[in-house]
């Protein structure tokens, strides 16, 4: 079955740019979407289709992916991204989520 | 606006099961596919399955064929998440999670949430 890699956690300074890596195989080939989960909530598209941003995510929100890896990219890291980040894909009509990323903002 | 509303938080024995419903509003209900998506504290988000709602057509996570049902009622606008044979490990929240009918779309509306707990 399709498995997507994400590291367990990760850190950034407030202010700084934050990049979350999503490895699988073929990655590039399929289209990735991130979403944002804060602590008791439910997730949010953040990023939909490898680097599209829907409607009310601010722009310093952007992805890319390429090969084996995408990455979603926060410029400017504020106090307010501090959560758990998961890359998703479809893969013959299932659904496969990253393990997810813990950011902190410090 | 675009809703989905969830079912309250359920206690299970080991061995039982457990219904939950989504309502949509907003939107035209068979125009979308309902996911259901569960996650345990703590631990990452787990993909059950999907349904149509026009059709009726579903598809299951391998993890879950032939414990999990997934059904809708479309006067009502609502989706249904039946899990059986419930065990510990079953606990968690399940999401409802709206996802345009097609080829690799993104979830772009998630439900609240219900807490399912399987204690004896």
């Known amino acids: 079955s399709y498995e997507l890699t994400q590291p367990l956690s990760m850190s950034v300074a407030l202010g700084q740019t934050a990049r979350l890596t999503c490895g699988g195989n073929?990655?590039?080939?399929?289209?990735v979407h991130w979403y944002q989960q804060k602590p008791g909530q439910a997730p949010v598209l953040v990023i939909y289709r490898d680097d599209k941003r829907p409607s009310g995510i601010p722009e310093r929100f952007s992805a890319s992916s390429w090969g084996y890896t995408a990455t979603l990219t926060i410029s400017g890291a504020q106090a307010g991204d501090e959560a758990d980040y998961y890359c998703q894909v479809w893969d013959s009509s299932i659904a496969v989520f990253g393990g997810g990323t813990k950011l902190t903002v410090l | 606006q675009m809703q989905l509303v969830q079912s309250g938080a359920e206690v299970k024995k080991p061995g039982a099961s457990v219904k939950v419903s989504c309502k949509a509003s907003g939107y035209t209900f068979s125009s979308y596919d309902i996911n259901w998506v569960r996650q345990a504290t703590g631990q990452g988000l787990e993909w059950m399955g999907w349904?149509?709602?026009?059709?009726?057509?579903?598809g299951y996570a391998q993890k879950f064929q032939g414990r999990v049902t997934m059904t809708r009622n479309t006067s009502i606008s609502t989706a249904y998440m039946e899990l059986s044979s419930l065990r510990s490990e079953d606990t968690a929240v399940y999401f409802c999670?709206?996802?345009?009918?097609?080829?690799?779309?993104?979830?772009?509306?998630w439900g609240q949430g219900t807490l399912v707990t399987v204690s004896s």
């Open positions: 349904m149509n709602p026009n059709s009726g057509n579903t």
């Open positions: 073929n990655l590039g080939s399929k289209d």
């Open positions: 999670a709206r996802v345009e009918d097609g080829s690799g779309y993104p979830v772009d509306y």
